[in-house]
């Protein structure tokens, strides 16, 4: 069984600039969850998708957004980058979103903001 | 807000020493507390988890310990062995919003 799958692996981009992720979740799972991970930050919760509706979402602004399609996969997308976006994006998927199943984490999007 | 705050930070143990990392909550409505483990350049994995109907779970050289009384809980592992050198990440369930909440991470370094 093939596990998550992120694109790009990295990414360099400038301030103002927007770029957008994607997620392949593993086959069956239908929530996927966006994470970003930064030095000292752990891991912070962007949102949730299941059945392509958000159900949950993290305290980040607006310019963080995502989607999800009728086959699971996902997308984030960040808008008029800031140097304080570089991190490392991190989905993970589950079969049904609920709090206490198993996460499935993909290898992550390292960002670099310049 | 909800919040899991863990410590330390870093760790730095001998090879066959014990490593405690300890995680407290805010929401006493959290019933599902994992572990997850982050080698370097590595994607995080579950190593054990546990409920809230149970006070302490062991899975060979690790076990996992909580006090919901307190809002804490502890990750224990016994004879330390390079391999378990890597970043930990405790976290908790927040209901009824579905979701994790994850702790700021503690690096472990297992000296030979």
């Known amino acids: 069984k093939a596990g998550v799958t992120q694109t790009p692996r990295y990414l360099i981009k400038t301030r103002g600039q927007q770029v957008t992720l994607s997620c392949s979740p593993i086959?069956?799972?239908?929530?996927v969850s966006w994470y970003q991970q930064t030095p000292g930050q752990g891991l912070q919760f962007l949102f949730e998708?299941?059945?392509?509706?958000?159900?949950n979402k993290g305290n980040f602004p607006g310019r963080f957004s995502g989607r999800q399609f009728s086959n699971s996969r996902s997308e984030m997308n960040v808008s008029t980058l800031e140097l304080g976006d570089s991190a490392l994006y991190l989905c993970?998927?589950?079969?049904?979103?609920?709090?206490?199943?198993?996460?499935?984490f993909g290898s992550g999007t390292q960002l670099s903001v310049l | 807000g909800e919040n899991v705050e863990q410590h330390p930070s870093t760790l730095s143990v001998q090879e066959g020493d014990s490593a405690v990392i300890k995680c407290t909550y805010s929401?006493?409505?959290?019933?599902?507390f994992p572990w997850y483990k982050q080698e370097l350049g590595k994607r995080p994995q579950l190593i054990i988890d546990?409920?809230?109907?149970?006070g302490e779970k062991k899975d060979q050289r690790i076990a996992v310990t909580l006090n919901k009384t307190a809002k804490h809980f502890s990750l224990h592992i016994t004879e330390t062995q390079p391999e378990d050198s890597a970043v930990y990440f405790c976290?908790?369930?927040?209901?009824?919003?579905?979701?994790?909440?994850f702790g700021a991470g503690t690096r472990l370094a297992v000296h030979p």
């Open positions: 086959s069956g799972h239908r929530s």
């Open positions: 976290a908790a369930s927040i209901s009824p919003l579905n979701k994790l909440i």
């Open positions: 993970a998927s589950s079969r049904t979103g609920g709090s206490d199943e198993k996460l499935f």
């Open positions: 929401d006493s409505a959290s019933n599902y």
């Open positions: 546990i409920r809230s109907n149970v």
């Open positions: 998708y299941f059945s392509e509706t958000q159900r």
